[in-house]
């Protein structure tokens, strides 16, 4: 038996409406263990422009490497109540802020491990599907092994990687256009 | 949890990608909004991996019992005709989806959201917030109680106007299987020119998109109904399934 899939179509300027009570900013539960991060950038249209009724969406691992999901086969701890699922709505400037952990490496095809990274889902008004891209994390060493990363041009890898800001936090930013334009994946 | 599936290693099926023509484009130049939000570079193909392969989960517990009812969540009644929508939610091997989180979100019965950005000079309702959520059950079915939203204009084009529409969000077993899609009505005269619906460009997967009038589950002196299932990303056959 083989359906049809349903058709995705756009979010719509009103997504608030409908999505918004899960609005989840702080990704990781208290008591979940790792490095905390603060991850935030701008969501930025062909114009430049600040996307001001995007959202977000965030799906990551624990810090062991452990994703809150039944199908992931690995024995190691998950801690309770650790969903790893974050919702951020773009604030009137296109900007996004979020804080979490970071996770361990989950493992990747053909017996490889991935970077530590976190998987992102984009939707806004004027785009009839979602979008998936991925951050990564500076200075990690593990990012010149990773198997999808090495699968991006060079030139582009860098618009996965999240940078040092002054502040001590990281900043990565959505760039759907241009110059620096964001590499979202077909998986 | 041990499932029978896998491969030949031990890894977790795939998702097999979607059948031509039937998703949107990021670039169609009728939905005149895409032209400054479309890539403008090739996605890159990449393998699924248990990043993608699994997905958030959500419970009975993130949910009130009366989140289903957009007629209920407020002091009075809300203006306009009931409708009773329902379905069920399946993967592209006609398999149910049971426990997955469903979000509707939609305009009052004048067309109106009650949204700080919808100016259309439309009547709001205070008894109605127009949003909802649910749970499918073991079966994957789900059901909705609200009002019959109403048409209204955007500004696409000249004169343009959305047919009525049910936005839904569904989630499904994977970040694969992430679906946001819109439910259209039967027999609406606006279907043909809207840029949405049209952006689909097999017209059996657009058909999809419109819900069926379902006599079965009307309630008599109380409802009309609808049907509306939902078919979310299936997995290619594994040898072990076969």
Known sequence: ?187 | MNKKVGTKRGELPRYRSYHPGTQPEYNYPPYASTQKRCPTQPLVVAPQTLSELTGPVFGYDDIKPTDNDLTRQHKGEPIGERIVVSGRVLDENAKAVPHTLVEIWQANSSGRYPHRTDQHDAPLDPNFAGAGRTMTDAEGRYRFISIRPGEYPWRNHYNAWRPAHIHFSLFGPAFLTRMVTQMYFPGDPLLEYDPMYNSVADEKARVRLISAFDWENTVPEWALAYRFDIVLRGRDATPLER
């Open chain 1, 1 to 187: 038996m083989s359906l049809y899939a349903s058709a995705n179509q756009t979010v719509g300027p009103y997504l608030h409406i409908g999505l918004d009570w899960l609005t989840t900013r702080d990704i990781a539960a208290r008591g979940a263990k790792g490095e905390r991060v603060a991850i935030e950038g701008r969501l930025l249209d062909g114009d430049g422009a600040g996307v001001n009724d995007g959202l977000i969406e965030i799906w990551q691992a624990n810090s062991h490497g452990k994703y809150a999901h039944a199908e992931d086969p690995q024995t190691k701890p998950l801690e309770r109540g650790f969903r790893g699922f974050g919702r951020i709505p773009t604030d009137d400037k296109g900007a996004f802020r979020f804080t979490t952990i970071k996770p361990g490496r989950v493992p990747g095809p053909g017996g490889t491990l991935q970077a530590p990274h976190l998987v992102v889902a984009v939707f806004m008004r004027g785009m009839l599907r979602h979008l998936a891209t991925r951050i990564y994390f500076p200075d990690e060493q593990s990012n010149t092994e990773d198997p999808v990363l090495k699968l991006v041009p060079p030139a582009r890898r860098a618009t996965l990687i999240a940078k040092n800001t002054a502040k001590g936090g990281l900043e990565w930013n959505i760039i759907l256009q241009g110059k620096n334009e964001t590499v979202f994946f077909d998986f």
